[in-house]
């Protein structure tokens, strides 16, 4: 019985190492067939072991979701509350620019009354959630903003810029357009 469990394990951690690869390399669409060749393992294996192409990604992402939200834990008690969230929607946009597939996997994820609760979206949500509401409170952010906004928006600059020559530039101009407005100042 435990080798059945250590050969689960280590197919596993294969077939994760493997679709990190595969996602890197082509993005949230990354062939599962694929990754399971590569893996050595079935088909049957890797929806075992992952049965949405959701829950496969979720695993990927998960250590850079972890980083965000400790990120954000680190950033709730920032002096200037606007700040410390713009700072951690820059550390987001970076993610999501530099991870391939991240802004991807979080398009699979639109708002619902239930979202999943392991989900990235929903994971990252709750992450930022303190951050905006503190500088709601503080008058510095508008206060019909939600977590998914700027979620949203922040994952729509990131697919928008991914095929541009300096993607990371490009989704940092557009996200310093989206926070300080379109408007000259006097």
């Known amino acids: 019985m435990s080798t059945q469990r250590s050969d689960a394990r280590r ?3 294969r077939i994760l ?16 067939e694929q990754i399971a060749r590569t893996a050595g393992v079935g088909s049957a294996t890797v929806r075992r072991h992952f049965p949405t192409r959701q829950a496969l990604l ?3 992402f998960r250590e850079r979701i972890e980083h965000l939200i400790a990120y954000a834990d680190g950033l709730r008690t920032a002096d200037d509350s606007r700040a410390a969230l713009l700072d951690w929607l820059r550390t987001l946009l970076d993610y999501a620019v ?7 996997a979080l398009t699979y994820e639109p708002p619902t009354d239930r979202p999943a609760p392991h989900s990235c979206g929903t994971t990252l949500e709750s992450a930022g959630a303190p951050l905006l509401a503190r500088a709601i409170r503080d008058k510095t952010v508008n206060p019909d903003v939600t977590p998914h906004d700027l979620i949203t928006l922040t994952v729509g600059i990131a697919l928008a810029t991914e095929h541009h020559a300096s993607p990371t530039t490009e989704a940092t101009h557009l996200l310093h357009l989206l926070t300080t407005g379109l408007t000259p100042r006097p």
């Open 98 to 104: 530099s991870a391939r597939g991240l802004a991807d």
């Open 11 to 13: 197919n596993y951690q």
């Open 17 to 32: 190492e493997v679709a990190e690869a595969e996602v890197a390399a082509h993005g949230a669409d990354a062939s599962l």
């Open 58 to 60: 979720t695993a990927v």
